[in-house]
């Protein structure tokens, strides 16, 4: 996609994750919205409320994103055939406290690493999706491409070299695990570009984000089955939010409360949906009952994702200091105008905030058509 958009209008931004964390979390999550189907008395009752569901809909489901738009249906389908297969079978007196390998219930992960589905889309996916190599990019030879990485592993390391080179000409890279500071240096590097868009867009005429109660209500419904991310806070509250001159620490503290109410939202969803496929549990305490040699297979199958995840460790850490750089200079600057005599400061805080408007208009011009992806 960035290949049909103009380089000098287009900024990106990316957050990477821990390449083992991420293939858990794909195990994990995938499992966890195909379990929220199994309300439904067999495969193809809900596979058809599915489809009905998500055409009544204007919210986007988790269906309809890269990679769970493949990954979902896949333990969708052998979620259902576990469970009639247990349903023929009868009561059995099988015990695992091992919440990943409990293939009476879900697919153990260790089969889940080593299906090919697994190793089209999961493995290395991060490098991939920088590189534009996914099953869901418009290059059309990207399949052939990432195929014969596959059977010549070598061929990996020139994927490798152009993610990385991407990684550097980002306008940012945050790291999940770093999520706190990830977001404030987010806020820092281009909050105020951020803020100011919302401001004029939240300030044109006749726009209305309300929505009606019965819309609301109706997709409240759809969500425990769909996942529809439209049921987040409402976009009129960050209309409401944003009708100011809002400053970086302001726009961190509406972050952080709508964080909140998110991960809030999804710990319930995540414990109700869950309890379908009881007794197995996926936490931080169940993964560290996962054999040692199993993580070290993970991390082999994603060799690729674990050295970019270290080079954008790098660029997050000279991100860091230069946004400290930034802040303390900005300190400075005031404690010197602080000592100096009324008469100066009042001169020397007219030409700067002259100067500062003068810069204003010259990059806001350059930047008003400016599209982030």
Same mark, same amino acid.
Request: charged content about 20%; hydrophobic content about 35%.
């Given at each position: 996609?960035?290949?049909?958009?103009?380089?000098?209008?287009?900024?990106v931004?990316?957050?990477?994750?821990?390449?083992?964390?991420?293939?858990?979390?794909?195990?994990e999550?995938s499992?966890?919205?195909?379990a929220?189907?199994?309300?439904?008395?067999?495969?193809?009752?809900a596979t058809?409320?599915?489809?009905?569901?998500?055409? #009544?809909?204007?919210?986007?489901?988790?269906?309809?994103?890269?990679?769970w #738009?493949?990954?979902?249906?896949?333990?969708?389908?052998d979620? *259902?055939?576990? +469970?009639?297969?247990?349903? +023929?079978?009868?009561?059995?007196?099988? %015990?695992?406290?091992?919440?990943?390998?409990?293939e009476?219930?879900?697919?153990?992960?260790?089969?889940?690493?080593?299906?090919?589905?697994?190793?089209? =889309?999961?493995?290395?996916?991060?490098t991939?999706?920088?590189?534009?190599?996914t099953n869901?990019?418009?290059?059309a030879?990207?399949?052939?491409?990432?195929?014969?990485?596959q059977?010549?592993?070598?061929?990996?390391?020139y994927?490798?070299?152009?993610?990385k080179?991407?990684l550097?000409n980002? @306008?940012?890279?945050?790291?999940?695990?770093?999520?706190?500071?990830?977001?404030?240096? *987010?806020?820092n590097?281009?909050g105020?570009?951020i803020?100011?868009?919302?401001?004029?867009?939240s300030?044109?005429?006749?726009?209305?984000h309300?929505?009606?109660?019965?819309?609301s209500?109706? #997709?409240?419904? &759809?969500?425990?089955?769909?996942?529809n991310?439209?049921?987040t806070?409402?976009?009129?509250?960050?209309?409401?939010t *944003?009708? #100011?001159?809002?400053t970086?620490?302001?726009?961190?503290?509406?972050y952080?409360?709508?964080?909140?109410?998110l991960r809030?939202? %999804?710990?319930?969803? !995540?414990?109700?949906?869950?309890?379908?496929?009881?007794?197995?549990?996926?936490?931080?305490e169940?993964?560290l009952k996962v054999?040692?040699?199993? @993580? %070290?297979?993970?991390?082999?199958?994603?060799?690729?994702d674990?050295?970019?995840?270290?080079?954008?460790?790098? =660029?997050?850490?000279?991100?860091?200091k230069?946004?400290e750089?930034?802040l303390e200079?900005?300190k400075?600057?005031?404690?010197n105008?602080?000592?100096?005599p009324?008469?100066?400061?009042l001169?020397?805080?007219?030409?700067?905030?002259?100067?500062?408007?003068?810069?204003? &208009?010259?990059?806001?011009a350059? !930047?008003?058509s400016?599209?982030?992806?």
């Amino acid at each position: 996609m960035m290949s049909k958009l103009p380089k000098e209008k287009t900024s990106v931004v990316t957050i990477l994750r821990n390449p083992i964390d991420r293939v858990f979390s794909t195990y994990e999550f995938s499992v966890e919205v195909a379990a929220r189907f199994l309300v439904h008395p067999n495969l193809t009752s809900a596979t058809h409320m599915a489809g009905r569901l998500r055409s #009544k809909t204007n919210g986007v489901s988790t269906l309809d994103i890269w990679p769970w #738009k493949y990954l979902v249906p896949w333990m969708r389908e052998d979620l *259902f055939a576990r +469970r009639d297969a247990r349903t +023929r079978r009868g009561p059995t007196n099988y %015990q695992n406290n091992d919440s990943y390998n409990m293939e009476d219930t879900v697919m153990p992960l260790h089969e889940y690493i080593n299906d090919p589905v697994a190793h089209d =889309i999961i493995h290395n996916g991060a490098t991939f999706q920088v590189a534009g190599l996914t099953n869901n990019s418009y290059f059309a030879e990207s399949h052939e491409v990432r195929h014969c990485i596959q059977l010549h592993q070598s061929l990996g390391e020139y994927v490798l070299k152009v993610a990385k080179k991407r990684l550097d000409n980002m @306008l940012y890279v945050g790291l999940t695990e770093d999520h706190r500071e990830s977001a404030s240096m *987010f806020a820092n590097v281009v909050g105020s570009q951020i803020i100011s868009q919302l401001v004029t867009s939240s300030s044109k005429p006749g726009v209305s984000h309300n929505k009606s109660g019965s819309d609301s209500n109706n #997709k409240n419904q &759809q969500n425990d089955v769909l996942d529809n991310t439209s049921g987040t806070p409402s976009s009129g509250n960050v209309s409401t939010t *944003f009708n #100011k001159n809002m400053t970086v620490g302001e726009l961190m503290e509406a972050y952080e409360s709508c964080i909140s109410s998110l991960r809030k939202a %999804q710990s319930r969803r !995540r414990i109700s949906s869950l309890k379908r496929i009881s007794p197995a549990n996926f936490s931080k305490e169940a993964r560290l009952k996962v054999p040692e040699s199993l @993580l %070290q297979q993970i991390a082999s199958l994603n060799r690729l994702d674990i050295e970019l995840y270290k080079h954008a460790q790098s =660029i997050f850490a000279q991100q860091h200091k230069h946004v400290e750089q930034k802040l303390e200079m900005n300190k400075g600057m005031l404690k010197n105008l602080e000592s100096l005599p009324g008469w100066e400061f009042l001169s020397i805080a007219i030409f700067s905030l002259l100067l500062l408007f003068l810069v204003y &208009q010259y990059v806001n011009a350059r !930047r008003t058509s400016k599209l982030k992806v």
